[in-house]
């Protein structure tokens, strides 16, 4: 004999489904194991297909961007499509690496930092990258490299993780008069880690040496 002794419907504010539940008491003449641990297991079963159903999926179209060769000041753009595959909400967002405030670095912008997606719906996300003044001066010191990485994290479910890597051919652009005076050979071919020591970015350098020193930045030479 079955007799049920309550029923129910729980409230899911995030969902437009009312699942119910009820609680039945049973008389049982006898139980059979065997039978008890195959029903059990396949309530298992059922659990864990509803539990990985709740679970956010999303596709990223391109985990890699490559802005090949950036020139100075001008703007270089690419773009990726989030597409969610699952069959649950997909709230996501990009974060900062460990130990940093920001998303990514500084001549690195993203034009939407986070959203939500319903059910096969996708969002467009354009990426840009661009070298300015400040850029090219970290560059010529060899305090900056270019490349980074995007953190995607989709809640309740996995971090996805976007590689960022360019070129820049290093010029003039973004040193002063008196920076360009230390660098006897052209831009390109002066090594950094000694271009940052003429400059005093190093202990125990003479930058007053006449040797190590040019009157007038060759750039301004007719």
């Known amino acids: 004999h079955i007799k049920q002794i309550d029923y129910n419907a729980a409230n899911l504010l995030p969902s437009d489904h009312k699942p119910v539940y009820s609680n039945f008491v049973c008389q049982l003449n006898s139980v059979v194991l065997e039978e008890e641990e195959k029903v059990y297991q396949e309530l298992l079963m059922k659990i864990e297909f509803w539990k990985n159903d709740e679970i956010p999926v999303v596709s990223i179209s391109d985990l890699a961007i490559d802005f090949k060769n950036l020139k100075f000041e001008v703007l270089s753009e690419a773009s990726i499509v989030i597409i969610n595959t699952g069959k649950t909400i997909a709230h996501w967002r990009f974060v900062p690496k460990l130990e940093e405030s920001n998303i990514s670095k500084y001549w690195i912008s993203v034009s939407i930092k986070q959203g939500l997606l319903l059910p096969e719906e996708s969002v467009t996300i354009n990426i840009s990258a661009k070298v300015d003044k400040r850029t090219a001066k970290a560059i010529n010191l060899a305090k900056e490299v270019l490349d980074d990485l995007l953190v995607l994290r989709v809640e309740k479910s996995k971090d996805y993780y976007i590689s960022i890597t360019t070129n820049y051919d290093r010029s003039c652009y973004g040193m002063t008069l008196e920076e360009l005076c230390y660098c006897i050979e052209p831009i390109r071919?002066?090594?950094?880690?000694?271009?940052?020591?003429?400059?005093?970015?190093?202990?125990?350098?003479?930058?007053?040496?006449?040797?190590?020193?040019?009157?007038?930045?060759?750039e301004l030479w007719r």
Not at 190 to 214: F, G, I, M, R
């Open 189 to 218: 071919q002066t090594n950094l880690p000694a271009l940052a020591k003429s400059l005093n970015e190093l202990p125990n350098v003479n930058v007053n040496d006449a040797n190590k020193k040019l009157s007038i930045p060759k």
